[in-house]
């Protein structure tokens, strides 16, 4: 089993960055391919990005492209998510996850095994 805990979120104002973290222990952090999901208040939690297992292949939300981007650092166990000309529709909960499993159905919540607690990134207009 992994355990995994984000930090950085916060307010901030649009266009502004953050740049979120997800430690990770238990298991080898490499033994996991990376996600971060986001929900939205009354909305269900979507897929923003994942990351391979050596950091070499990243996908993206086309909603995120070009704004965010995903990376680890395998050596720290932990990955991250720098957000930049955040936007108020950015205004989510923050979710890491990790998974085993192949990257065909990536954007799925289904495809992850593992998750964190969540943290909140409020992007006021």
């Known amino acids: 089993q992994v355990q995994l805990v984000e930090s950085g979120g916060g307010l901030v104002q649009a266009g502004g960055s953050l740049r979120l973290s997800c430690a990770a222990s238990?298991?080898?952090?490499?033994?996991?391919?990376m996600g971060w999901f986001r929900q939205a208040p009354g909305k269900e939690r979507v897929f923003v990005a994942r990351?391979?297992?050596?950091?070499?292949?990243?996908y993206y939300a086309d909603s995120v492209k070009g704004r965010f981007t995903i990376s680890r650092d395998n050596a720290k166990n932990t990955m991250y998510l720098q957000m930049n000309s955040l936007k108020p529709e950015d205004t989510a909960v923050y979710y890491c996850?990790?998974?085993?499993?192949?990257?065909?159905?990536?954007?799925?919540?289904?495809?992850?095994?593992?998750w964190g607690q969540g943290t909140q990134v409020t992007v006021s207009s």
């Open positions: 996850a990790a998974t085993t499993a192949s990257p065909s159905s990536y954007y799925s919540n289904q495809n992850y095994d593992y």
């Open positions: 238990g298991r080898t952090f490499t033994t996991y391919a």
């Open positions: 990351i391979s297992r050596s950091g070499l292949t990243t």
